[in-house]
């Protein structure tokens, strides 16, 4: 996920799938040619569908060529100082560039919303803290016989509105995870104020829309 595209008639999110698909990569490529062509010609955006060196097959909704090394996402410093708050030698890695979404989003309001939608995206970012929220990323792989997961969310301090409400509480105690049985296969536990929560929700919603804030 990338940019915006404006060429057309309309802002189309840049979407890119990559799949290392191996000897079949052409025989699949032509299979996702032949279902893009049967597409409705009225559609926003149009289905690329190539093969790169190394058996990559590449589907997107933009022009896109295999990038540089230097060019790549691995090449980031943000990915790499998220990745380092993963699990080492990771099978899966998701990553989340929320910065960067919310920045194309705020693009996309200011050019095409009219100045109600911009009140209420400006006060729905501030309210919700969600500005406040830079990258997520998730990693999972094996650790020995078993399988783990990790996840890491930054958001640094100061934290507003609802983000803080729920990121900005005590860690979970030895105590409280004593209760969980041994026999547990599974165990998931956080700590927030709930009447806290209710209260800066009720703020939340009557600051981005004042009429809706009586049924919360």
Same mark, same amino acid.
């Given at each position: &996920?990338?940019?915006?595209?404006?060429? %057309?008639?309309?802002?189309? @999110?840049?979407?890119?799938? &990559?799949?290392? +698909?191996?000897?079949?990569?052409?025989? *699949?490529?032509?299979?996702?040619?032949? *279902?893009?062509?049967?597409? /409705?010609?009225?559609? @926003?955006?149009?289905?690329?569908?190539?093969?790169? @060196?190394?058996?990559?097959?590449?589907?997107?909704?933009?022009a896109?060529?295999?990038?540089?090394?230097?060019?790549?996402l691995?090449?980031?410093?943000? &990915?790499?100082?998220?990745?380092?708050? %993963?699990?080492?030698? /990771?099978?899966?890695?998701? &990553?989340?560039?929320?910065?960067?979404?919310?920045?194309?989003? !705020?693009?996309?309001?200011?050019?095409?919303?009219? %100045?109600? +939608?911009?009140?209420?995206?400006?006060?729905a970012?501030?309210?919700?803290?969600?500005?406040?929220?830079?990258? *997520?990323?998730?990693?999972?792989?094996?650790?020995?016989? $078993?399988?783990?997961?990790?996840?890491?969310?930054? +958001? /640094?301090?100061?934290?507003?509105?609802?983000?803080?409400?729920?990121? $900005?509480?005590?860690?979970?105690?030895?105590?409280?995870?004593?209760?969980? @049985?041994? !026999?547990? !296969?599974?165990?998931?536990?956080?700590?927030? $104020?709930? +009447?806290?929560?209710?209260? $800066?929700?009720?703020?939340?919603?009557?600051?981005?829309?004042?009429?809706?804030?009586?049924?919360?």
């Open positions: &996920f990338g940019p915006l595209d404006y060429s %057309g008639k309309m802002p189309t @999110p840049k979407i890119a799938i &990559f799949c290392q +698909a191996g000897k079949d990569a052409q025989t *699949l490529a032509d299979s996702a040619t032949k *279902l893009a062509a049967q597409l /409705p010609p009225d559609v @926003p955006f149009k289905i690329r569908v190539q093969v790169w @060196p190394g058996d990559v097959l590449v589907m997107s909704t933009f896109i060529n295999a990038p540089r090394p230097e060019d790549s691995a090449q980031r410093e943000q &990915f790499q100082t998220a990745v380092k708050q %993963g699990r080492p030698d /990771p099978a899966l890695i998701a &990553f989340f560039d929320a910065e960067k979404v919310l920045n194309v989003a !705020s693009l996309a309001i200011n050019m095409a919303g009219d %100045g109600k +939608a911009k009140t209420m995206w400006q006060r970012l501030l309210t919700t803290g969600m500005a406040g929220i830079k990258r *997520l990323v998730f990693t999972a792989g094996f650790d020995g016989k $078993d399988w783990g997961t990790q996840a890491f969310v930054e +958001a /640094p301090q100061p934290r507003m509105g609802l983000l803080a409400a729920i990121l $900005d509480n005590q860690p979970v105690s030895d105590d409280l995870l004593k209760l969980a @049985p041994q !026999s547990s !296969s599974w165990v998931a536990a956080t700590r927030f $104020d709930l +009447a806290k929560m209710v209260w $800066d929700l009720r703020n939340t919603v009557a600051r981005i829309e004042p009429s809706a804030s009586k049924n919360v």
